[in-house]
């Protein structure tokens, strides 16, 4: 009777030690970098070295990156949000992808350095502002203003970049090249994919104010989100603007116009609107905040009209929060 039982407890004995195996499990691998923040990494000088909890190998295949496979970034390009694939030593473990945004403000790619103007005081701070405010927006019953600076134009030059504003009459409003600068491909790509980054993101854009120059107006149309409300020289380039107490004052005059009502309002204008140094007195916003085209600083509306600088976003940054909130594959 006894050697009629054995077969049937090996056969247990086998079954519960698959079982066991077969739920194995290993620790799951983290990005351990104190710069890895709500799901970006915040890549704040070159021969930045990615630190995690396992041993992996680091690749990618974007261009505004130089990466080695130990995860050290040589350099990536300022403002641009890049992915970055962890394959884990551990081939159990499947692969990883994180996101890194360029934090400086010195690591410009052509064309954009011939325009880029002051380099930004704090580009972390200012960034990290941003993405924290990125996870809010919209707020309901809270006023924002979006300070866009039009998307990426190297096409041409503008007829005053000597701000003598001599010229052929209106020529700042031209879409000719030969007259004044224009959006470039990459420009009218991201204005067009900004727009609907918008659309995803349910922002409540109620007012659209631009520049008078072509490279505003037009990237509002390319956004396609609204009618254009205003087109006000306040917020003109430097090549031609006559409102006597300059650009930055300008936008303020036009943030103060505007309503209190729970809406947004996008306003698309030019550097150097981003240069408070000479402006003290709103303290909330830095001295110069990053400012790259089709990049930007939100604001905060006060119901005593009064308005606070809330962070600087990328293109990448706006692109890179609507993918993680709605994954493209969803």
Same mark, same amino acid.
């Given at each position: ?6 077969p ?9 030690s ?13 990005? #351990? ?10 890549v704040?000088?070159?021969? +930045? ?11 990618? #295949?974007? !261009? *505004?990156?130089?990466?080695?496979s130990s995860?050290?970034?040589?350099r ?13 030593s551990n081939k159990?473990?499947?692969?990883t992808?994180i ?16 325009y880029q103007?002051?380099?930004a ?5 200012s ?6 405010t990125?996870?809010?927006l919209?707020v ?7 300070v866009?600076r *039009? ?12 701000? !003598?504003?001599?010229?052929?009459p ?21 204005? #067009? ?17 631009t ?7 037009? !990237? ?8 254009i ?15 006597p107490?300059?650009i930055?004052?300008?936008l ?5 116009e505007q ?7 996008l306003?698309?204008? *030019? *550097?150097?609107v981003n ?6 007195? +709103?303290s909330?916003f ?18 005593d009209?009064?308005? #606070? ?12 929060w ?8 969803n």
């Amino acid at each position: 009777m006894r050697r009629l039982i054995y077969p049937p407890l090996l056969v247990l004995i086998f079954l519960v030690s698959c079982k066991k195996s077969a739920l194995v499990s290993y620790a799951t691998p983290k990005i #351990t970098s104190p710069e890895y923040i709500d799901s970006l990494l915040f890549v704040t000088k070159n021969n +930045y070295q990615i630190v995690t909890s396992q041993a992996a190998i680091f690749s990618s #295949t974007d !261009t *505004h990156i130089k990466l080695n496979s130990s995860g050290l970034i040589q350099r990536l390009t300022s403002a641009e949000v890049v992915p970055i694939l962890i394959t884990w030593s551990n081939k159990n473990i499947q692969p990883t992808t994180i996101y890194a945004l360029g934090c400086t403000d010195t690591n410009q790619d052509a064309p954009f350095t011939k325009y880029q103007g002051k380099l930004a005081t704090d580009p972390f701070g200012s960034y990290l502002q941003g993405w924290k405010t990125l996870h809010l927006l919209p707020v309901a019953g809270e006023t924002y203003t979006i300070v866009l600076r *039009h998307a990426d134009a190297s096409y041409g030059t503008d007829w005053s970049n000597a701000y !003598t504003y001599a010229g052929p009459p209106d020529w700042w409003e031209s879409k000719d090249s030969t007259l004044a600068r224009q959006l470039n491909p990459q420009g009218i790509q991201r204005a #067009t994919e900004l727009g609907q980054i918008f659309k995803d993101l349910k922002y409540p854009v109620k007012r659209i104010i631009t520049s008078e120059f072509y490279r505003s107006i037009q !990237t509002a149309l390319l956004m396609n989100i609204g009618p254009i409300n205003s087109e006000d020289g306040r917020i003109n380039n430097l090549a031609y603007n006559i409102y006597p107490p300059g650009i930055v004052p300008g936008l303020f005059s036009i943030l103060e116009e505007q309503p209190i009502d729970g809406q947004m309002t996008l306003v698309i204008t *030019h *550097h150097p609107v981003n240069e408070l140094v000479k402006y003290p007195a +709103y303290s909330s916003f830095p001295p110069v905040s990053p400012f790259n085209w089709t990049g930007a600083y939100i604001v905060k509306m006060e119901p005593d009209k009064s308005f #606070t600088f809330e962070g600087a976003v990328s293109w990448g940054m706006f692109k890179c929060w609507r993918d993680l909130k709605y994954p493209p594959n969803n």
